[in-house]
């Protein structure tokens, strides 16, 4: 065989492997593509949805006074996926992200339904205690969502009575009055004062029968027939003349039978 001879193409190494890195790369971008469309798909429904479904346009600011009553739906109780309640951060208890307080939450809607029957049978039940300067700061300071830079509906008054609070020298044992607080920010922060203040007293705390009775007769909604069908154990034992146990209380009753058994403020203190 000559030196001279001409090769013939099968005698080069063939490039075939650079067709497949181009045919992997545009799989890949396909399949990236295909995702981001699905993403912004999904988006789109969940945009469409709460504009339309009242049922799903519960704000986070909402939602954390209904998680204070019922701390096992709660971010850091809750035997759920890592991105339930994507708006609230974990620190010990529940802390909405104060720039999202007032977005709508992201929760199952097994929990909104139990929001909704909270909200409708006894989320306006409230046992007046004091409120006091100095525990009020370190609610603001805990749950920055409250401090009307955050809160874009905070009425005036209320406005005036933090802005007031945070030039003036603080007085731990000083009362504030209810007129100059909002409901929802005197449910909140009585919420975060039990389950961060009170909560071992709450756990141990067990009412007698009696206690129990007039509460109920004073708080309807509490009753176990409103309950029943979410909460099967629920005052069962009440029902059926049985010595109470721990399993027949919610946290949303134990808190609040807790709180009418406190020293009630005044609305003109």
């Given at each position: ?7 013939d ?6 490039e ?52 204070w ?59 007046p ?62 919420g ?13 705390f ?34 059926e ?28 203190q």
């Open positions: 065989m000559g030196s001279d001879q001409e090769l193409e099968k005698n080069f190494i063939q075939h492997g650079s067709k497949f890195v181009w045919i992997f790369l545009f799989l890949f971008l396909f399949i990236i593509a295909l995702l981001w469309g699905v993403d912004v798909w999904q988006k789109a429904l969940e945009k469409d949805r709460l504009k339309n479904s009242p049922f799903y346009q519960v704000t986070n600011r909402e939602f954390s006074i209904f998680l009553q019922n701390p096992q739906f709660m971010r850091g109780n809750a035997n759920l996926p890592e991105a339930y309640l994507p708006h609230f951060r974990s620190r010990g208890g529940i802390h909405v992200i104060p720039e999202l307080a007032d977005d709508y939450v992201v929760a199952p809607p097994e929990i909104l339904y139990r929001y909704h029957v909270w909200k409708r049978l006894i989320g306006d039940s409230l046992s205690r004091p409120i006091f300067q100095g525990a009020f700061m370190k609610f603001l300071h805990e749950n920055p969502e409250w401090l009307p830079k955050n809160w874009k509906e905070a009425p005036p008054g209320y406005i005036t009575l933090v802005n007031s609070l945070n030039q003036m020298e603080i007085v731990n044992l000083q009362p504030l009055s209810e007129k100059e607080l909002p409901f929802e920010t005197r449910m909140a922060y009585q975060w004062f039990n389950y961060t203040r009170e909560w071992e007293k709450i756990s141990l067990f009412p007698s029968e009696a206690q129990l009775e007039v509460f109920l007769q004073s708080h309807p909604h509490y009753t176990r027939s409103y309950w029943r069908n979410m909460i099967p154990d629920y005052l069962l034992n009440l029902e003349v049985k010595p109470l146990e721990e399993s027949d209380f919610s946290s949303f009753l134990k808190i609040a039978l807790f709180n009418s058994l406190q020293p009630q403020s005044t609305t003109d």
